[in-house]
């Protein structure tokens, strides 16, 4: 959906590939001190192959799953069975803190760069008048934490408002409402429609975008602002 001008259609999608990029820079950062360069590249190495096939690093089951295989590589020359074991349990316990920091300063790094596109977007002036670019960004639907934390941290961008706390009228934010995805409580980004709920009495945008819309326990396909 698009309200004129410029439209971005799927914001959470987009930027996902590069919160996981981010995260793997942090993780990188933290632990260049306290690791060999080997383990550093076996991080950089294992983290790119692990996301491109499960297209996911910050769920809680891809960072237990982190944790696990960093503590065997750095424990991978030992010869007593039982040590090794021990070491390793070790090891995860020791690197836990560490992954929970990158994942805590990868969001606080998207929250800025979402605060960043909404207020470059009220400053560009590019239309006769001086008036800021007509523009409109979808997004909702993605449901890995990548696509949420986009999606979380553009929501408390846009509540968080301009410089006065004014409510920026450009980009148009639309979430994009949908059974399956966030519409039903049992749905992964229910917590994001809720916000979205929430932002919206407070600054009129989001626009809610129903996908589907539901009749009497049946599904439309339809669109509607």
């Given at each position: 959906m698009y309200t004129g001008g410029q439209s971005i259609p799927n914001l959470d999608y987009g930027l996902a590939p590069y919160v996981a990029k981010t995260y793997i820079k942090k993780i990188v950062d933290l632990l260049e001190m306290t690791v060999s360069e080997n383990t550093l590249n076996f991080i950089k190495i294992y983290l790119k192959d692990y996301y491109k096939e499960h297209n996911d690093l910050l769920s809680e089951k891809a960072r237990k799953e982190f944790v696990k295989q960093l503590a065997i590589y750095c424990c991978n020359d030992s010869i007593n069975e039982s040590t090794h074991a021990d070491d390793i349990e070790t090891l995860i316990t020791f690197f836990v803190p560490y992954v929970e920091k990158a994942v805590e300063r990868t969001d606080k790094?998207?929250?800025?760069?979402?605060?960043?596109?909404?207020?470059?977007?009220?400053?560009?002036?590019?239309?006769?008048?001086?008036?800021?670019?007509?523009?409109?960004?979808?997004?909702?639907?993605?449901?890995?934490?990548?696509?949420?934390?986009?999606?979380?941290n553009?929501?408390?961008?846009?509540?968080?408002?301009?410089?006065?706390?004014?409510?920026?009228?450009?980009p148009v934010a639309i979430f994009q409402v949908k059974r399956g995805f966030?519409?039903?409580?049992?749905?992964?980004?229910?917590?994001?429609?809720?916000?979205?709920?929430?932002?919206?009495?407070?600054?009129?945008?989001?626009?809610?975008?129903?996908?589907?819309?539901i009749v009497q326990n049946t599904v439309y396909d339809g669109k509607s602002c």
């Open positions: 790094e998207t929250y800025q760069a979402m605060e960043a596109m909404v207020h470059n977007f009220n400053t560009l002036k590019s239309r006769s008048g001086g008036q800021v670019p007509f523009s409109s960004i979808n997004f909702g639907t993605d449901t890995t934490e990548e696509g949420r934390m986009v999606s979380r553009f929501l408390k961008a846009i509540d968080a408002g301009l410089g006065k706390h004014e409510t920026s009228i450009f966030n519409y039903n409580k049992e749905d992964p980004n229910y917590d994001l429609f809720e916000l979205s709920c929430t932002v919206s009495s407070r600054r009129l945008f989001p626009k809610l975008n129903w996908g589907q819309y």
